[in-house]
């Protein structure tokens, strides 16, 4: 919480989500998209660590078996979810459609407790598959999945590292760290 940290993000209906976000490298939020450089209490992001960049860059490598292009992050979008919250089905579609286009690959990183994460080429529950997205878990999806429905069902209380819980802040909670390419 406070200038440029966690905050509560409402979507367009006005209507809180059901986690805390806070952006790295530029702003992007369910509302004003990527069209702010300040948000409204005037912080700007924090600059986007180069352990973050890095951490990106290793992971699509070694997914290069799968023929993704390469990406070079410039936001991460941090999510931090207690459990009882979610996020629900959506796209990542603010990006420039060049890289769009191209499938610029995102990548989103797992800590804490894990998630019930739900994804699908269409919003029809009835196709949607269902991953267990936990602690240390590096999710990619580019190529011709970088539009995918995705959202996050349910935080598994009680499912992360005791050790990762007892020496950090992360007390309990589901840190998500999506990286891309705006
Ligand atoms: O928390 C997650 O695993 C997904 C986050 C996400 O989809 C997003 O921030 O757009
Ligand atoms: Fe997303």
């Keep these: 919480m406070g200038p440029g940290g ?3 993000p409402s979507n367009r ?3 809180k989500l059901r986690l805390h976000m806070m952006c790295f ?4 939020d369910p509302v004003t998209k990527y069209e702010k450089s300040y948000r409204s209490d005037g912080s700007a992001p924090p600059p986007l660590p180069y352990e973050f960049i890095s951490l990106a860059e290793n992971a699509i490598q070694d997914a290069q ?9 410039d936001i991460c979008v941090a999510n931090l979810y207690s459990i009882y919250d979610r996020l629900g089905l959506h ?3 603010d990006e420039h459609v060049g890289g769009l286009d191209r499938g610029l690959p995102v990548v989103s990183i797992s ?7 739900l994804y699908g080429h269409t919003r029809d529950e009835n196709t949607l598959e269902k991953v267990l997205l936990e602690s240390g878990d590096v999710l990619i999806f580019g190529g011709k999945s970088r539009l995918i429905f995705h ?6 209380s009680d499912s992360g590292p005791s050790q990762l819980f007892q ?9 998500n760290l999506t990286l891309k390419h705006h």
């Design 151 to 156: 959202g996050v069902k349910k935080i598994l």
């Design 167 to 175: 020496e950090t802040l992360l007390k309990g909670g589901r840190l």
């Design 111 to 117: 800590i804490g407790n894990s998630a019930e994460f």
């Design 13 to 15: 209906s006005g209507a």
């Design 65 to 73: 078996v799968h023929g993704l292009p390469s990406m070079l992050p």
């Design 91 to 93: 796209q990542d579609c």
């Design 6 to 8: 966690f905050y509560h």
């Design 25 to 28: 490298g530029r702003l992007w």
